[in-house]
T-cell receptor, first 115, second 113 residues
Framework: SAVISQKPSRDICQRGTSLTIQCQVD?????MFWYRQQPGQSLTLIAT?????????ESGFVIDKFPISRPNLTFSTLTVSNMSPEDSSIYLC????????????FGPGTRLTVL | KQEVTQIPAALSVPEGENLVLNCSFT??????LQWFRQDPGKGLTSLLL?????REQTSGRLNASLDKSSGRSTLYIAASQPGDSATYLC????????????FGTGTKLQVIP
């Protein structure tokens, strides 16, 4: 199994600023992902965080707005840049130990409010 | 493109009732399906994982079934308790590419004491 932690757990930010969210996994996971959950909505995949290379973004998400780093197998960051109130969401980090039959694990989420 | 739908969107039942949550998906080329629970303001807790080759999985009062050919899964909760109140999400992992996981719309369950 894997335990995923995120920092910060919540933040309130001003419009136009940026916030970096950290994700730490207690196991070496082959794949890490970042999701967004807007108020009252389900989860939407933002991107797959690739170790040592650029993240793979889903349609509607771009690197300039959501830069992602993954320097090793257990750590990743997501930055929400030039924030607007529409970015107010819960951001969740997720990890998978390997391909195939394994479970996907989630962090507790970071609740972001943009004023 | 995989689309995952959950019905009903919300459900309110008295304590002790058995209940069924439904999940349907459009693309049957899946690797597995996972049911999660989410409490208000919290992250996701994995409940059950069903591989594409399996028909069902059980854990305690929970039983999840999978009919891949018809694109359906159900989560059965026996003898519901107030502590079961949460939003339940199903997530489908596609079998191709990097095995993208697509989440359903969720069912918000309230169990009334």
């Amino acid at each position: 199994s894997a335990v995923i932690s995120q920092k910060p757990s919540r933040d309130i930010c001003q419009r136009g600023t940026s916030l970096t969210i950290q994700c730490q996994v207690d196991s070496q996971v082959t794949m890490m992902f970042w999701y967004r959950q807007q108020p009252g909505q389900s989860l939407t995949l933002i991107a797959t965080a690739n170790q040592g290379s650029e993240a793979t973004y889903e349609s509607g998400f771009v690197i300039d707005k959501f830069p992602i780093s993954r320097p090793n197998l257990t750590f990743s960051t997501l930055t929400v840049s030039n924030m607007s109130p529409e970015d107010s969401s819960i951001y969740l980090c997720s990890g998978r130990l390997g391909t195939g039959t394994d479970t996907q694990y989630f962090g507790p989420g970071t609740r972001l409010t943009v004023l | 493109k995989q689309e995952v739908t959950q019905i009903p969107a919300a459900l309110s039942v008295p304590e002790g009732e058995n209940l069924v949550l439904n999940c349907s998906f459009t693309d049957s080329a899946i690797y597995n399906l996972q049911w999660f629970r989410q409490d208000p303001g919290k992250g996701l807790t994995s409940l059950l994982l069903i591989q594409s080759s399996q028909r069902e999985q059980t854990s305690g009062r929970l039983n999840a079934s999978l009919d891949k050919s018809s694109g359906r899964s159900t989560l059965y909760i026996a003898a519901s308790q107030p502590g079961d109140s949460a939003t339940y999400l199903c997530a489908v992992r596609s079998s191709g590419g990097y095995q993208k996981v697509t989440f359903g719309t969720g069912t918000k369950l309230q169990v009334i004491p």
